[in-house]
């Protein structure tokens, strides 16, 4: 019943700049924690930002400084903004939210499909 789906992923030349978008849509009560993970060839899942219901925002270290996420609670949605790529950014890119289908139920996890991005020359 609850579909996230990403956009804005593609190729960008090292030092550029993605925008990546995520919707949620269905069945929702209310989203708390909103999240952006990757998974580059070969290697684990990671987190890479997440930011809470109440607006405060994690960032893994290897991005601080040069991503931003943001949420817009009116149009279920959240946003990575991604400046001074580096080819090492290159990974499928996943957005995660905790969501609440009804009042009187917990929030669970729901994923994307992931968008990919690749940063190259």
């Known amino acids: 019943q609850v579909q996230l789906v990403e956009s804005g992923g593609g190729l960008v030349q090292p030092g550029g700049s993605l925008r990546l978008s995520c919707a949620a849509s269905?069945?929702?009560?209310?989203?708390?924690?909103m999240s952006w993970y990757r998974q580059a060839r070969g290697k684990q899942r990671g987190l890479v930002a997440s930011i809470s219901d109440g607006g405060s925002t994690y960032y893994t270290d290897s991005v601080k400084g040069r991503f931003t996420i943001s949420r817009d609670n009116a149009k279920n949605t959240v946003t990575l903004q991604m400046n001074s790529l580096k080819p090492e950014d290159t990974a499928v890119y996943y957005c995660g939210a905790g969501i609440r289908t009804d009042s009187r139920t917990s929030a669970r996890d729901y994923w994307g499909q992931g968008t990919q991005v690749t940063v190259s020359s």
């Open positions: 269905g069945s929702i009560f209310d989203i708390i924690g």
